[in-house]
């Protein structure tokens, strides 16, 4: 297959792993660009060590381009994207901010550049520092727009110069084609690559996922302070039920800033003189964060929050990542015998 993403990255499939906190690690990231994808790296949980030992591990896994992801509004999030700049990260993804100066950065030692963006006016801002476009819909896990791929995809396509790549809803070969038929020229996966063998996340998980539809999800602005898609779960009904929890978040925010390598005190005074918005943001956050731990890595649902797409109602069983990206190369092709044998 070619594409202008597959030629822009230098990659056999226009197929990419999300950025997904705990899920995308290098392992993941290394077995998706040795699967002849696009691996990208979730830096949104990691100090700035652990960034640059995660960039030198992926770079012992393989030697194909990969890809690391910053969250602009994670706290630790610029730090992180300095970490990426000084290792020289082939591509960077950034989402949720402006990304000019990082972008300047990346270009001026030969780097490309992704902007994840979920609406029309961000797409247009965005193609002034990005190469190319991840646009996520309704579908996703996490932080998907308030519109579906199937609209979102097509619209971001005709206003903007650069490649697509879509997200949201994709576990297969129908997808790609019909990704590429609405105009991307890429997908990226998120919960189909959480769903397999070499991901790291806890095997409670996993079998808990196998059993879920299409509508066991939820999208709600209630879990991280953004519109986020969850599983439902007693877990993710207690934390929507009780919204912003400031006490809690004090505990949390001890806990998130010894994880990310940052001092709590210089971290909650910077914070509360930067305003309300700011403190109930990342007072969300550091709720959020505590549970897609407790999800992700200790597989408790009923005390932790799962992001999930719809499209785990897809999903029914457990490959390897080179298996996916193999069959979704493979059912790409009868995807278009099928459309031939109907549009002939
Ligand atoms: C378990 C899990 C964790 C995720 N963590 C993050 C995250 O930390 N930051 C983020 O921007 N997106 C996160 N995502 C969303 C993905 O990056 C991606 O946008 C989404 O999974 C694409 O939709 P899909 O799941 O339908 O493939 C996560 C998704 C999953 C399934």
Redesign the pocket.
């Known amino acids: 297959m070619k594409t202008r993403i597959t030629e822009l990255f230098g990659i056999r499939h226009p197929i990419l792993l999300?950025?997904?906190?705990?899920?995308s690690v290098p392992e993941m990231v290394a077995a998706v660009s040795n699967a002849g994808g696009l691996g990208i790296l979730?830096t949104?949980v990691y100090s700035t060590t652990q960034t640059r030992a995660a960039v030198r591990r992926i770079r012992e896994l393989t030697d194909k381009p990969f890809a690391a992801?910053v969250?602009l509004y994670f706290p630790g999030a610029h730090e992180n994207a300095r970490v990426l700049l000084e290792e020289k990260v082939p591509v960077i993804n950034i989402?949720?901010g402006k990304g000019d100066k990082i972008a300047a950065e990346c270009h001026a030692y030969g780097g490309k550049v992704i902007g994840?963006v979920v609406n029309v006016k961000h797409a247009k801002a965005a193609e002034a520092w990005a190469d190319a476009l991840l646009v996520?819909g309704h579908?996703?896990?996490?932080?998907?727009g308030d519109v579906t791929t199937l609209v979102l995809v097509p619209a971001i396509a005709d206003a903007v110069k650069i490649p697509v790549i879509a997200?949201?809803?994709?576990a297969d070969g129908r997808g790609l084609a019909a990704a590429l038929a609405l105009g991307a020229e890429g997908i990226?996966?998120?919960?189909?690559l959480?769903m397999t063998q070499d991901s790291p996340?806890n095997g409670a998980c996993k079998a808990l996922a196998l059993d879920k539809g299409i509508a066991d999800t939820v999208y709600t602005t209630r879990f991280d302070g953004q519109p986020c898609r969850i599983l439902v779960s007693k877990g993710s009904k207690k934390a929507i039920r009780r919204g912003l929890d400031l006490p809690r978040a004090f505990v949390n925010s001890r806990q998130i800033a010894k994880m990310m390598g940052m001092p709590w005190g210089k971290l909650a005074i910077g914070v509360t003189a930067s305003g309300w918005k700011n403190v109930k943001q990342l007072s969300f956050l550091a709720n959020a964060f505590k549970a897609?731990q407790v999800s992700?890595l200790e597989g408790d649902v009923d005390k932790g929050v799962?992001?999930?797409?719809?499209?785990v109602g897809l999903i029914h069983d457990l490959p390897t990542v080179a298996e996916v990206l193999d069959r979704i190369v493979h059912e790409v092709e009868g995807a278009r015998d099928r459309l031939d044998a109907a549009l002939s």
């Open positions: 999300s950025g997904m906190s705990w899920i979730a949104g992801n969250t989402s949720m994840t996520t579908e996703a896990a996490a932080h998907g997200a949201g809803g994709f990226a996966l998120g919960t189909r959480m996340i897609f992700t799962l992001p999930l797409g719809q499209v």
